[in-house]
């Protein structure tokens, strides 16, 4: 009967249990921004955009089921102030405490980061508009608070009872007491001192930090000053009333396993060679009667793990069964230090501990991004402390899980921890180097380093050439077809493996960055972030005809929302190549379009005001020189003249003086043709020299000397005409 009703629970919970995706939400303070990261397990299509008081992230398909308890507790709330989810729509959105901008990014295909940053948004941001209005989806929606119910006697007052009166925790009354109104006043005035008591005591302890927030950011009001009460970042303290426990636990409550079971330094037996001291251990550990030595043995596996030996040691933990309480951990160890998957799970509780057991534990968990505390501090200093070739063993694997979790600095420092090694840097450490590199935005230092490994043969060259084409793709520079189709073949080899993925992420970006932009767009092909990276390498690295293939849309199509952050380069492409109407659609998608290309889209739809409007207080010399273009388009030669005089452009100088007709000061300056035109325009025919038989010019003579002039003034203007270019037709 019990068997049947734990069935039919299941199956009821069934639909709901497979329809909802569980996505933990973690967060992380760094120099200069705030991190949050979410990691969905699966590629997923996303949005970003802007709200009246923050950003909201959308998920296509599926509704996620977000898990928010731990996100404030490693940040505070300067940036973020409030993170929540829509029980309409299980969009995501976040509230912005500052003046900062968010810059989300697909850290892989099934991971989102949105960094929180200080200051304005870059122009052109795709994740500065607003999302169109989303529908409703059904999915799991946050437990409704429950309601505060009022007792009917009155406000009650029995703050943990007899606590406070002789400094000992009242026993647990088998029914609660009936409270007992207070006289007026009385019952606020002892929560006051109760509470100053208590968060004094806390404050020492360290367990809440008692500071006075900042009022104003960066001329932006944030609330009004109070006292901000925050939760310490101490891993291992009590929640209970009293005192902070001595004794560290880990995140579900249970104690951490004391610092001596991990002191893997201390595990060899001298400084003589391995053989002697591997001869020494192996003896002695089976005695009378055949029975295994609990020491020796002990000795024996602690050594195996002390030189990386994972299955020697689990050999000898099978072969000589003892009783040990830290066989379990060994054996978790040993599979570690093998680079294979823990199935013991000693370790895995261990990962918020101030000890060395995190280490242990972010090595034995293959994603710590669904851990909800995981004590970097600690692992750093663990690290530190490991005998240096379990450092080079173990060093690329960790860093890359910290990297996972966005904790640049740890990773960074484990890194140091490697390479301060002697000796040649390995590969796997060279590469860490490199998605360092690129963690910190240095792309340029990331090719340097990979380029080397590519090349060489090696385990590590495949990751290698990964990362080095989307390394290159991402710094907007060309790549050899080869080289992708080389990663293509490796791809292909590791389409049912756990990166699959992100090699095919690197393909496609690979074949945009080698000009094959048709494979390219069909390989992002409902990823938007890889679209919109393919976007913008056919917006630089693309040719003249690759972006007429892919950029002129359709009668009556709109440029795709994904390649916003491209729209602005592709619109100045398009109007070079004199597709006004293309550009102009592409411009609108552009949040925050550049005044000058704005102009120069204007001039070339004839729109002189608009071209105005759009350079009006800007005053670099190329804006002055589209300010004048405009004057001149709506017939102001004159002002234009002023500007182009001022920027010491003569030929477009004289050119306005012309169209504004100022043929006096044409005819007094140097602008080649059209002064000597302007001059015998202005000058009357001269008359013939008098001579001895005619002392006066009869009318004959007098209209010889005007044909002459006439025939001079046209020569001045066919050299004008011969001099100036014709007028060019408005692009269509």
Not at 27 to 54: C, I, K, N, Y
Not at 101 to 129: L, N, Q, T, W
Not at 168 to 174: G, I, L, R, V
């Amino acid at each position: 009967m019990i068997l049947r009703a734990v069935l039919l629970v299941l199956l009821l919970a069934l639909p709901t249990l497979a329809g909802a995706r569980s996505v933990t939400v973690t967060s992380g303070e760094h120099d200069g921004f705030t991190r949050l990261a979410l990691d969905f397990g699966e590629p997923v299509d996303w949005q970003m955009g802007r709200t009246t008081d923050g950003y909201v992230l959308r998920v296509n398909g599926a509704r996620p089921d977000y898990d928010l308890s731990a996100v404030f507790n490693p940040i505070g709330r300067d940036r973020i102030s409030a993170i929540w989810v829509d029980e309409a729509t299980g969009d995501l959105n976040l509230g912005i405490g500052c003046a900062c901008f968010a810059m989300p990014f697909a850290f892989r295909p099934s991971i989102v980061v949105i960094d929180i940053k200080p200051g304005k948004p870059p122009k052109g941001s795709a994740f500065e508009a607003a999302l169109d209005p989303a529908p409703a989806r059904a999915g799991p929606k946050p437990a409704p608070a429950p309601r505060p119910v009022a007792a009917d006697t009155g406000p009650a007052y029995d703050w943990v009872g007899a606590r406070f009166a002789d400094g000992t925790a009242s026993p647990q009354p088998e029914a609660a007491p009936q409270a007992l109104p207070l006289p007026a006043g009385e019952g606020l005035d002892r929560l006051r001192e109760t509470l100053i008591e208590e968060m004094s005591r806390g404050a020492a302890a360290g367990l809440i930090d008692l500071t006075l927030p900042r009022d104003v950011t960066e001329g932006m009001v944030v609330g009004i000053p109070s006292v901000q009460v925050t939760q310490g970042d101490k891993p291992n303290y009590a929640s209970h009333l009293g005192e902070a426990s001595d004794v560290p636990v880990t995140a579900e409550g249970e104690a951490c396993l004391p610092e001596e079971t991990f002191a893997v330094g201390s595990w060899k037996l001298s400084d003589e060679p391995v053989a002697v001291q591997m001869s020494q251990v192996m003896s002695g550990l089976v005695g009378e009667f055949d029975k295994p030595d609990p020491e020796a043995l002990k000795r024996a596996v602690r050594f195996d793990l002390y030189l990386g030996f994972g299955a020697e040691a689990r050999a000898l933990l099978r072969a000589f069964p003892i009783e040990e309480a830290d066989a379990g951990v060994w054996e978790s160890m040993s599979f570690v230090v093998d680079g294979e998957e823990d199935t013991r799970g000693a370790l895995r509780s261990q990962a918020a501990c101030d000890t060395s057991g995190a280490l242990w534990a972010a090595l034995a968990i293959p994603d710590l991004t669904h851990e909800p505390s995981v004590n970097t501090r600690a692992i750093v200093r663990a690290f530190s402390a490991l005998p240096p070739h379990l450092r080079l063993a173990l060093g690329p694997r960790l860093a890359d899980r910290l990297l996972a979790i966005h904790d640049d600095l740890a990773a960074r420092s484990v890194r140091d921890a490697v390479t301060r090694l002697p000796g040649a840097t390995p590969a796997e450490v060279t590469l860490l180097q490199a998605k360092l590199d690129v963690a910190q935005g240095d792309l340029g230092a990331a090719e340097a380093r990979l380029a080397p490994l590519a090349a060489e043969p090696g385990p590590a060259s495949d990751d290698a050439l990964a990362e080095l084409v989307t390394a290159t793709a991402n710094d907007l520079k060309p790549i050899a077809p080869e080289q992708v189709d080389a990663l293509a073949a490796i791809a292909q080899e590791r389409r049912d493996g756990e990166d699959a993925a992100r090699f095919e992420a690197a393909v496609t970006l690979g074949r945009a960055a080698a000009g094959q932009f048709a494979e390219a767009f069909k390989g992002a092909a409902g990823q938007p972030a890889i679209a919109a990276r393919v976007w913008q390498i056919l917006s630089v690295l693309g040719t003249d005809d690759d972006v007429a293939i892919h950029a002129v849309l359709p009668p009556g199509a709109s440029p795709p929302a994904e390649a916003a952050p491209a729209a602005e380069r592709l619109a100045e492409r398009l109007l070079a190549l004199g597709f006004v109407d293309q550009a102009a659609a592409w411009l609108a998608l552009a949040p925050e379009p550049d005044p000058q290309i704005v102009a120069r889209l204007a001039l070339a739809q004839r729109d002189g005001v608009a071209a105005l409007q759009a350079v009006a207080g800007l005053e670099d010399p190329a804006a002055r020189d589209l300010k004048a273009q405009s004057l001149s388009l709506t017939g102001n030669h004159r002002a234009a003249a002023d500007v182009y005089h001022a920027l010491g452009n003569d030929a477009s100088y004289w050119t306005a003086e012309a169209l504004a007709l100022d043929w006096p000061t044409l005819a007094q300056g140097d602008a080649g043709a059209w002064s000597d035109a302007a001059r015998s325009l202005l000058s009357d025919p001269a008359p013939p020299p008098p001579s001895p038989d005619q002392p006066a010019p009869g009318p004959l003579a007098e209209a010889r000397a005007i044909t002459a002039s006439a025939e001079e003034t046209r020569a001045a203007l066919d050299a004008l005409l011969a001099a100036v270019p014709a007028p060019q037709l408005p692009s269509q």
